[in-house]
């Protein structure tokens, strides 16, 4: 060390800083030695380099006591003009690449930047873990609101469970099959594999009645049938998608019905001459007249349907025991000439085996599926029983077992052969020698010979006589009458059940545009404009007039509506809510399973393309009501699945370690009310749609817990209002910088933390009380310490509007609104603020220019981050290496589409005579990082000291807040200082003039160069603790940023945000 008037050469100086640790600075410059204090006056080579040695005993680096060391090899580095370009020497870096360099890197050296706790804390040390980097460069970052009105028991017309269960489900599931249909499927099958397809029948309808048993039982069933229990267990995606699909199926399911009264009606007519025009218009003219009648009982009411049902029950069930009694009674030889040789062995064994002509078993199994498809006819009126949740499973379940038995009689009295002439004649005479075998042998073998059935197709048997019952009967009129009271009553019913299923639906205004249909009629609220409508479409499906086309329809239908029944079942017990409770003890949610991929699989083997379209319908309608989120609750299964897998990511989440890569901006924004301070939510917003987390924060005082929560619920909702994807966090606080405080330790939820702390910039810190601005750079100051990073707005016509939104709400939801040609008008507004922002004033008072002005400041306000920004620039002064913060949030502006058109220009720090070279260093680290910019500037002239005419303005700022000790008596001033600490002292003026000096300068060229910009995003500069006084922080900050366009200050917290490694 040379002496020379005062001034030292420093070659190398080595401080031992704790054993065994060894920290080396090495100054390479000329220095002063002014009051046993080094100052940097020259350069002899280069400027001062800041490096962190290794050890020769190979230890690893500890200091601090924090456990904290480095890599051999890795060091710190001050970037050559960092003290050109700033004209101090500072721990601040600027951008350099290697800070983004991983560990071992064979392109360059890593070099660890400081850290914030270094920055904040004097220069205290404070080395991140770099010893298991591996291949990351770490960045360890810290009531149902279902709209049902109640109902009077007194007042509605109420049913038990055998009337409005057992009594709706048996004549509902024996319709038109039952009559003339059943004995058709039996030839085709045989009655071997009849009887499969009947207990196959039986198996998804028990399935299906099962899961539904558990669905009612697991709390109130109001009106709305099987969409209601599917809407209530998966939610409105799923049940508005098959409650729209299950009503149009109960439509069609009139026309299907009332076709195979029309086709009985039809044959007696033919067997009377008295057919009015063929075969297909008479079925139309017929079941056109036959739906208007059954429209005219539905819309008497309820009372006269159910009236209407225990009548046509009676009849119905007279006629099947007709069937069973004819089966018994000795055969006419007109009815042996038909096919009908009572119970005989030969013919028995013959139709056991299949004979499928132009069917297979699944064309024949969806043919015959609607006669078991009754099963939630019962359900479906669940709004007009007494007690649904006993009545529906019982009745349910027993009308399966009582249909189901009746029709495995029907096909274990296999009394008629597959082919017959009808011909009295064709007898086989005594003595003819006539070999029996064949398809014919059963007939042959009883005398008759009806082998020309082989040639020319013949009109009677199982196959050919779709009235086989009817002959069969020990009285064929009551099988009329039977085949009537069966098809109309399962008309009626899906006439009643379609209507009530749609109104149901419509009530929850799932699809707005269908809410004409909600309304209802009369004491029972009968859905007349239901009625109508149903009407329509079955007389649509009535002109196809063919009940085989028909029938597969209907079947593909319901079949769905009974997966996803059974799916919901499931899906509420997989879910493992605790609301899924279901008091039915035979359910179990596997068989629930094995039921929805049964209905599933039958639809697909039945006709494939037509399941196709029907899932496709079913997603598309899914996908609306996605799209557009009804505003219901219902605590459906989907949400408790959405919860669960939510806690289960979050959790997942927790074992995986943090990388580069996966950093994303995760904002706590200090908002308020989220809409006092809508630029701010909306700047938040836009950094983290789709890509982090953002939580909008409020400290309240002096409320009440119930308070608290109302808030909170009033304020989420407001958020999804207005299609902010944040939350809403409140906490009860004395202070501002305590609830701050609380919410940077506490918010969030393991990885699903935040990491930047987002907040306004306190435009009055110069008029309020010292306590509000310590509490408000408090906060800053505890944001450095938490390792978060922190974002402040400032915006020259302030953000908080929280006073005019008081106004409003002291008026009565009704606001003076001014429109285009400049005229105000008087407008409606709901609880919540629109997006149409208004001074409230009195109708009669007059508007004054001044109230005008305000209102287009706060319209300003409200929209500057909801519109589209025009083309312009987002200019970004990227000053100091802050682990690349600085740069990735103005990055993400550009990518949404407000901000498309803004182009990026980066501005950074450089030495004269260097400028080229920054800017090419600069251009390739943005290749390396993948951010296109339109411009890099290079400034190197910082170090300037700045005008005198802004330098007076910020002596005019902190003149209030001045100590001006200097003037005193040590005695005084010593005294001054105890007495007003928190005042600006000359010597603090005296250590910080530099970085004073660069604050100002720095407003100076940004209203030189980023005047006209967008947006300007500036690293903010940090004080240090204890070093630097409230008000003179504050001021640094107001001066800096002071008349500018919005203006977002930066701070990462020193770790890693960006990487150029793949």
């Known amino acids: 060390m040379g002496q020379q008037n005062n001034t030292y050469t420093l070659h190398r100086i080595i401080l031992v800083i704790n054993s065994p640790r060894f920290q080396v600075l090495i100054f390479q410059g000329v220095y002063d030695l002014v009051n046993g204090h ?207 699909i299950f009503a149009f199926a109960n439509a069609v399911a009139v026309a299907m019905y009332v076709v195979g009264f029309a086709e009985t009606v039809f044959d007696l007519l033919k067997e009377n001459n008295a057919i009015i025009l063929d075969q297909t218009n008479d079925i139309r003219i017929i079941g056109c007249i036959t739906v208007v009648l059954l429209l005219g009982i539905s819309v008497a009411g309820m009372e006269w349907e159910a009236k209407a049902q225990i009548v046509l029950l009676i009849i119905l069930l007279v006629a099947i025991v007709n069937v069973f009694v004819g089966t018994v009674i000795p055969a006419t030889p007109e009815k042996r000439s038909k096919g009908f040789f009572n119970y005989d062995a030969k013919v028995f064994m013959e139709n056991f085996t299949p004979d499928f002509r132009e069917e297979n078993f699944f064309s024949v199994f969806a043919i015959f599926f609607p006669a078991a498809t009754g099963i939630l006819a019962g359900a479906n009126i669940s709004g007009d029983l007494k007690d649904p949740q006993a009545a529906i499973p019982k009745g349910t379940l027993l009308a399966i077992f009582i249909t189901g038995i009746t029709y495995l009689g029907v ?47 013949c009109s009677f048997g199982s196959m050919n006589n779709f009235q086989v019952m009817t002959m069969v009967s020990g009285f064929g009129p009551l099988i009329t009458a039977g085949t009537f009271s069966a098809t ?18 419509c009530q929850d205004n799932i699809y ?81 399973l094995f039921g929805a991929v049964l209905c599933c699989a039958v639809m697909f083997v039945i006709n494939w393309w037509a399941a196709l379209i029907t899932y496709a319908i079913e997603i598309f309608l899914y996908v609306y009501v996605t799209v557009k989120k009804p505003n219901v609750n219902w605590g459906s299964s989907t949400q408790a699945v959405t919860f669960v897998s939510a806690v289960n990511n979050a959790l997942t989440l927790t074992g995986v370690e943090d990388h580069v890569k996966n950093f994303r901006p995760q904002c706590l924004v200090l908002t308020g009310a989220p809409k006092n301070r809508p630029a701010l939510l909306d700047l938040a917003h836009c950094f983290t749609k789709n890509y ?117 709400g002291k008026t009565t939801h009704k606001s003076v609104l001014r429109g285009p040609d400049g005229t105000w008008s008087l407008s409606k507004e709901n609880n919540f603020l629109t997006s149409s922002w208004c001074v409230v004033l009195s109708v009669m008072a007059p508007q004054s220019r001044q109230a005008v002005t305000v209102n287009d400041r706060l319209m300003s306000i409200n929209t500057q981050f909801q519109r589209k920004q025009g083309q312009g620039t987002i200019d970004v002064w990227w000053l100091f290496d802050d682990g690349g913060l600085t740069l990735l949030l103005p990055y993400i502006l550009t990518t949404r589409k407000k901000f498309k058109d803004c182009k ?30 339109a411009e890099i500037h290079v400034i190197d002239d910082f170090n300037q000291k700045p005008s005198s005419y802004n330098w007076k303005v910020f002596e005019d700022m902190i003149e209030p807040f001045r100590l001006h000790e200097g003037s005193k008596s040590t005695t005084n001033a010593e005294a001054l200082r105890k007495e007003n600490t928190w005042k600006i002292s000359d010597a603090e003026l005296d250590t910080f003039e530099e970085k004073t000096n660069l604050q100002v300068r720095l407003n100076e060229l940004l209203q030189e160069n980023s005047r006209a910009a967008n947006l300007i995003v500036v690293s903010m500069p940090i004080a240090r603790l204890g070093s630097v006084s409230d008000y003179l922080y504050m001021a640094w900050l107001d001066i800096l940023t002071k008349n500018l366009p919005p203006t977002i200050l930066i701070r990462g917290n020193h770790k890693s945000v960006l990487t150029f490694y793949s």
């Open 488 to 505: 109309l009553s399962s008309a009626l019913a899906s006439l009643v059940s379609a209507p009530k299923v749609f109104q149901a639906l």
């Open 38 to 244: 080094l100052r940097h006056t020259g350069s002899c080579d280069e400027p001062p380099n800041y490096e962190e040695t290794s050890f020769s005993d190979g230890t690893v680096a500890k200091g601090n006591g924090t456990g904290n060391g480095y890599d051999i090899g890795e060091h710190r580095a001050i970037r050559h003009s960092v003290v050109s370009a700033f004209g101090h020497d500072t721990l601040d870096r600027v951008p350099n690449i290697d800070f983004y360099r991983n560990a071992g890197s064979v392109s360059g050296n890593r070099a660890v930047r400081p850290s914030l706790h270094e920055l904040h804390h004097n220069g205290e040390i404070s080395v991140p873990n770099m010893a298991e980097d591996g291949d990351s460069s770490h960045w360890a970052l810290p009531g149902d609101l279902e709209s049902v009105l109640p109902q009077d028991n007194n007042v509605f017309v109420r049913f038990g469970w055998i009337k409005g269960v057992l009594v709706r489900c048996m004549l509902n599931i024996w319709g038109v099959m039952l009559f003339i249909r059943l004995s058709w499927v039996f030839g085709q099958a045989g009655w071997g594999l009849g009887i499969v397809v009947i207990v196959l029948s039986c198996v998804v309808t028990t399935t299906t009645g099962l899961s539904m048993s558990a669905i009612c039982t697991n709390g109130v069933v109001r009106g709305g049938g099987a969409y209601y229990l599917i809407s209530r267990s998966l939610g409105p995606e799923f049940g508005g998608s098959i409650g729209l």
């Open 904 to 933: 990026m220009r980066i501005f950074i720090a450089g030495q004269p005579g260097r400028t080229e070279q920054d800017k090419e260093e600069m251009k390739s680290l943005l290749v390396k990082f993948r951010i296109k910019c």
């Open 411 to 457: 096909a274990l009295s296999a009394t008629v052969v597959r082919d017959a002439t009808g011909n009295i004649n064709n007898t086989i005479a005594a003595g003819m020698n006539i070999v029996c075998n064949g398809s014919y042998a059963a007939a042959c073998e009883n005398g008759w010979d009806f082998s020309s059935c082989a040639v020319t197709k």
């Open 512 to 592: 707005t545009a269908l809410k004409f249909f909600a309304k209802g009629h009369g004491k029972n609220n009968e859905p007349i404009r239901g009625y109508v409508l149903t009407f329509i479409i079955a007389v649509a499906f009535i002109l196809i007039a063919n009940l085989n086309v028909i029938a597969p329809i209907i079947s593909n239908f319901f079949l769905a509506s009974y997966a996803l029944i059974n799916f919901s079942c499931f899906h509420a017990s997989y879910a493992k809510s605790p609301g899924w409770r279901p008091a039915y003890k035979y359910y179990n949610m596997w068989l629930s």
């Open 692 to 808: 982090g987390l953002c939580l909008t924060c409020e400290g309240q005082k002096t409320r009440t817990v119930t308070d608290l929560n109302a808030g909170m619920e009033k304020n989420q909702m407001w958020l999804n209002k207005k299609k902010r994807k944040a939350f809403y966090s409140a906490v009860v606080c004395d202070n501002f910088r305590q609830g701050a405080e609380s919410l940077l330790q506490v918010s969030g939820l393991g990885r699903l933390r935040p990491n930047i702390l987002m907040m306004g910039f306190k435009k009055n810190w110069r008029t309020v009380d010292y306590a509000d601005v310590q509490s408000y750079t408090g906060v800053l100051h505890d944001a450095f310490d938490f390792e978060y990073g922190t974002v402040l707005l400032r915006m020259t016509q302030g953000l908080d509007v929280a006073h005019i939104i008081k106004a409003q």
